[in-house]
Every structure is written in structure tokens, then in C-alpha cells.
């Protein structure tokens, strides 16, 4: 795997830029930014969490649930220029992990507003998938949210797949 695919770390335990976790609706993004949380919080570095999944009902009390839990600070911002004006205020060693709002790569409307955050975020675009999904149209969707900033593919849901064909396929071509 390693001659074809690269493997990296997500989290720079050290902080820096922000984790943009970006991807379609239901693909897992919350549950991902509140493991990278736990993840910060049992190894004692500071962390702040934001969501802008302000749309979604019950969204940002899932991740409410996730942060109180662990006694973490979350931020709830709306639009790019709230999202700037919160990481301007970040400690500079804070790791900070951004949920998104799931959407599809392939409205114009919905494209823009991700473009806007992931530009005004200035971290790594995470594109989260889900495993299982049919190998071209999770390349296809691959390819769009690279287009939108998106530099990393963490996959989700392995536990519930069998064939893990379309994911390497998938890594592979995207």
C-alpha cells in the first residue's frame, strides 16, 4: 500500500493550522472532529472546537454533548468572516478542529459557502467519506471537494464494510 498511497498522521499534536473536516452529509464529520477532540484532550493540549453545521437539527448539540463531556471549548460560528474573527482570538499552540456542514459538491450555492470557510479557516481540508460507497461516485465526489480545498481522505464507517475495494480505488485516483 505504501509504494502506491501515503499514509500521515491527521494531528500535529503541537497545534497550528485548523482541521477542516469537509464531506457530504451523514459521511461522519462530526463524530470524526469529536475523536480528534478526545484524542487532544486525553494526550492534555488545548483544543477548541467549532462547528458551523448550524442548519443541520440536532447538529451542534451532538457536538454540545461531545465537548461538555470532555471539557472542552466549543465555538458555534455561522459564516467565513465569524470563523476568521474566532481563530484570530485562538491560543497560537491550540489545536482546532472545524466541523463543517455536510454538503454536495455538485450545487453551486452549497460550493461557495465551503469554499468560503475553508479559505477563511487557512488549516487542512479534511474530505471525510464514508467506506462502502460506490467506487466512482466516491471518486467523482473525491475530486470535487479537492476542488474545494481539500488535501487529506480520512475514511469513515470501516468497521461496517466488507469490500474495501472502492476505498482504495478511491485513494488511489483522488
Do not use: W
Not at 29 to 48: E, I
Not at 72 to 98: F, G, T
Not at 122 to 148: Q, T
Not at 159 to 170: E, F, I, V
Amino acid at each position: 500500500f505504501e509504494t502506491h498511497l501515503q499514509f500521515q498522521p491527521l494531528a500535529d499534536d503541537k497545534g497550528g493550522k485548523p482541521l477542516v473536516f469537509i464531506g457530504p452529509p451523514g459521511a461522519g464529520k462530526t463524530l470524526c472532529t469529536a475523536k480528534f477532540a478526545t484524542k487532544a484532550t486525553l494526550g492534555k493540549k488545548p483544543v477548541t472546537v467549532i462547528s458551523t453545521d448550524t442548519e443541520r437539527a440536532g447538529g451542534m448539540e451532538q457536538l454540545a454533548a461531545f465537548t461538555r463531556l470532555l471539557k472542552v471549548n466549543m465555538m458555534e460560528i455561522e459564516d467565513s468572516h465569524a470563523l476568521r474573527e474566532a481563530l484570530a482570538i485562538q491560543q497560537p499552540n491550540s489545536i482546532i478542529l472545524i466541523d463543517t456542514p455536510g454538503r454536495n459538491p455538485y450545487q453551486e450555492k452549497e460550493r461557495q459557502q465551503l469554499l468560503a470557510l475553508v479559505a477563511a479557516a487557512g488549516g487542512e481540508a479534511v474530505l471525510v467519506l464514508p467506506a462502502g460507497m460506490d467506487a466512482s461516485e466516491a471518486i467523482d465526489m473525491a475530486h470535487e471537494f479537492r476542488n474545494l480545498g481539500a488535501t487529506r481522505l480520512l475514511m469513515t464507517r470501516l468497521d461496517m464494510t466488507r469490500r474495501l475495494g472502492s476505498l482504495l480505488r478511491t485513494a488511489s485516483e483522488s
